[in-house]
């Protein structure tokens, strides 16, 4: 039987029923803290590129690349949590709270289990993995150490990730924000002193960057457990929650690992075109790595309204209102195209600007801004794949996002920034030409998806 609302779970400023009251108050709502502690982690990989960046192209071009496999691994981690975030907001929205603490107590022992193999795997893996790109000796020594610094404590940031965002699916959307406050903070202070060697600390170079994340993720992770233990929202997970349970971690797997593989192969294919542009030089590399950081920062009312609508359709579904589910999504992707609109143009104006922010070098932001002003195109249409997917994910249905991943990946995506790249007079920029037709033609295939509302059956 559903658990009936106590003191410890009544509902609060920091429990809202997003099931009830206006949409679109409720998306904006539940998005903007989201949206702020992506906003939090960009931030701070920006900093970390802009004082790196002091270093010379070839540490952007290291950090570029040891960032891309640090997305590449992080993408399985965000699969995993999909699953649990599905099944906390479904309960949570049929008023199941005590089933809510146990699946985030599974979630808990699962992802800790695969934090520590991923630990393994990183520091044992990062030097053959890096010399696949065939970097000079100097940018791949730097690339190997920021690996082997940041999956030494990659277990924390695993704990505080899945926390913070199982608290969310639960309807409290401030606690995660401030604690991920918290992390960003320390991360920008320390960065600079162990990059640089300012005052007492040693001069690190890029494996500065790398333990100013770890030592931040560490004290992340404390607040987080505080967090799930204490009481202050709804979830209140105790020792009994965390009997382990195989018949809830294969429902948590059975939804998750469509997106594991999903997030794994977006992010491996994005390791693919790091492989075809590395022959163009140093210079295209980090390019492709300054672009990186300013296309994840430009995306950062997605990220937050992706992941809101994904809690409202999750509760909606839980609380039997799909129409109201599917609402959301189409508000969330509405929305979200002002804000695309309104950053490409930025973009446009301010191309040589935005990359001179990073880098001195007038080679490099010639390349940057080319790479920046193409990748604009693909921003005017990218909230018609961000918007449904984020409803498709949370209503836990996340095969449809495997499928449409492979097709956009590895049928378009990859050829056509193999072949493009090969014709002359193109070369380099035909790649970047490449992701954008990719992004046009997933967002046809998520309208047309969503539009058949196939993901409101989807049982958890």
């Given at each position: ?180 406050a918290c992390t960003r903070i320390i991360h920008l202070v320390l ?27 560490g004290i992340g992770a404390l607040l987080a457990f505080w967090l ?97 589910a599917e609402k959301g999504g189409w508000m969330a992707t509405f ?126």
């Open positions: 039987m559903p658990e009936t609302v106590t003191p410890s779970n009544k509902i609060s400023a920091y429990n809202k029923d997003w099931t009830q009251g206006p949409i679109v108050r409720n998306l904006l709502l539940l998005s903007w803290p989201m949206a702020l502690m992506e906003t939090l982690f960009v931030i701070s990989q920006t900093a970390d590129m802009v004082w790196v960046g002091r270093l010379g192209a070839s540490a952007i071009a290291a950090m570029g690349v040891a960032f891309m496999i640090v997305m590449l691994v992080m993408s399985l981690d965000f699969g995993l949590v999909v699953g649990s975030r599905a099944m906390v907001a479904r309960f949570i929205g049929a008023g199941d709270i005590k089933t809510a603490n146990h699946v985030a107590a599974q979630s808990l022992l699962l992802v800790i289990a695969w934090g520590l193999l991923m630990t393994l795997l990183g520091i044992t893996l990062a030097e053959p993995v890096v010399r696949i790109f065939g970097l000079e000796a100097g940018v791949a020594a730097d690339a190997v150490t920021y690996l082997r610094i940041t999956f030494a404590g990659w277990i924390a940031m695993d704990i505080m990730v899945v926390i913070l965002y199982i608290v969310q699916a639960s309807g409290d959307v401030i606690r995660p924000m401030l604690i991920e960065c600079p002193f162990l990059v640089l060697g300012l005052w007492i600390f040693p001069r690190m170079g890029v494996g500065g960057a790398a333990l100013a994340g770890i030592i931040a993720q799930l233990f204490g009481g202050a929202t709804r979830l209140h997970v105790t020792r009994k929650d965390f009997t382990l349970d195989f018949s809830i971690i294969g429902r948590i797997l059975k939804i998750g690992l469509p997106a594991l593989v999903t997030n794994f192969q977006r992010s491996f294919a994005g390791f693919v075109i790091t492989l075809l542009i590395a022959p163009f030089g140093t210079n295209a590399v980090a390019a492709h790595s300054l672009f990186y950081r300013i296309e994840n920062f430009i995306m950062l009312p997605g990220y937050g309204l992706g992941m809101g609508a994904g809690i409202l359709v999750g509760q909606n579904l839980g609380a039997g209102q799909p129409e109201r929305i979200l195209e002002g804000f695309m609109i309104i950053f490409s143009a930025i973009m446009l104006v301010w191309t040589e600007g935005v990359i001179g922010l990073f880098t001195t070098d007038p080679e490099l932001v010639e390349m940057g801004a080319l790479f920046l002003r193409i990748g604009t195109v693909g921003f005017l249409v990218l909230a018609f794949t961000s918007g449904p997917q984020g409803s498709i994910s949370g209503a836990g249905d996340t095969v449809p996002n495997l499928f449409i991943g492979l097709i956009i990946n590895w049928l378009i995506q990859i050829p056509l920034a193999f072949w493009l790249s090969r014709i002359d007079g193109i070369g380099v920029l035909g790649i970047r030409w490449a992701l954008v037709i990719s992004i046009a033609v997933s967002s046809v295939l998520y309208v047309v998806y969503f539009k058949l509302g196939r993901w409101k059956h989807k049982k958890v």
